[in-house]
């Protein structure tokens, strides 16, 4: 049974910094691995991407502060959030997906790890 488990959320004030975490387990699959977050009120919303070759894609409002990186050997993605806003307020989820040998999306989700950024 895959799991997918996110760590490192927490308060920090405004531009500062925080790093999650997320751990893939129960498959051995290749994987593509992002980050998603959903404020209060507001729709889930993609933050970065990166595939198992390492190609990268943010949003408009993560570009130049946040960074997404990989480790294959741990399945762990990290998502390192600089100059944090007020508005980067939200649940911070973590993705896994890949695509079965018919073709078929799977999608795999985490709980969700709250980050609070204080003014």
């Known amino acids: 049974q895959v799991q997918v488990v996110e760590s490192g959320g927490g308060l920090v004030q405004a531009e500062g910094s925080l790093r999650l975490s997320c751990t893939v387990s129960?498959?051995?699959?290749?994987?593509?691995l992002g980050w998603f977050r959903q404020a209060p009120g507001k729709q889930r919303e993609l933050v970065a991407t990166?595939?198992?070759?390492?190609?990268?894609n943010y949003a408009d409002s993560a570009k130049g502060r946040f960074i997404i990186s990989r480790d294959n050997a741990k399945n762990t993605v990290y998502l390192q959030m600089n100059s944090l806003k007020s508005e980067d307020t939200a649940v911070y989820y973590c993705?896994?997906?890949?695509?079965?040998?018919?073709?078929?999306?799977?999608?795999?989700w985490g709980k969700g790890t709250l980050v609070t950024v204080s003014s």
């Open positions: 993705n896994a997906n890949w695509r079965t040998t018919l073709g078929r999306r799977m999608d795999y």
């Open positions: 129960g498959s051995d699959v290749s994987m593509g």
């Open positions: 990166i595939t198992i070759g390492g190609s990268t």
